[in-house]
Nanobody
Framework: QVQLVESGGGSVQAGGSLTLSCAAS????????MGWFRQAPGKDREGVAA???????VVADSVKGRFTVSRDNAKSTLYLQMNNLKPEDTAMYYC?????????????????WGQGTQVTVSS
């Protein structure tokens, strides 16, 4: 089993920044691919960014240029640096992980999920 714990969410004004963290514990050998997803009220959960242990990165077009994903393999921790936040970025942000070798932003490809951290951006 893998446990994922997110932190770093909060409330900011548009144009502000936040950094999310996701700490993995347990069978971390099963976390080759780690990613961030978000879900706004009434909307489907969507992929934001993902990264594998070798440094391969995929980022959604909606956040490209504003969000940066990184990970510290020694600490089994995934980060999401979010800059120039917009009200439409308001959502619950979830960390996800899977052992698969191909890292993408497809929700069903991820087995392990965190409880989420709320990000609220006001205009």
């Amino acid at each position: 089993q893998v446990q994922l714990v997110e932190s770093g969410g909060g409330s900011v004004q548009a144009g502000g920044s936040l950094t999310l963290s996701c700490a993995a514990s347990g069978y971390t050998y099963s976390t080759n691919c780690m990613g961030w997803f978000r879900q706004a009220p009434g909307k489907d959960r969507e992929g934001v960014a993902a990264m594998d242990k070798n440094g391969y990165i995929v980022v959604a077009d909606s956040v490209k240029g504003r969000f940066t994903v990184s990970r510290d393999n020694a600490k089994s921790t995934l980060y999401l640096q979010m800059n120039n936040l917009k009200p439409e970025d308001t959502a619950m942000y979830y960390c996800a992980a899977d052992r698969r070798l191909m890292c993408g932003l497809v929700r069903r490809d991820f087995w392990y999920w965190g409880q989420g951290t709320q990000v609220t951006v006001s205009s």
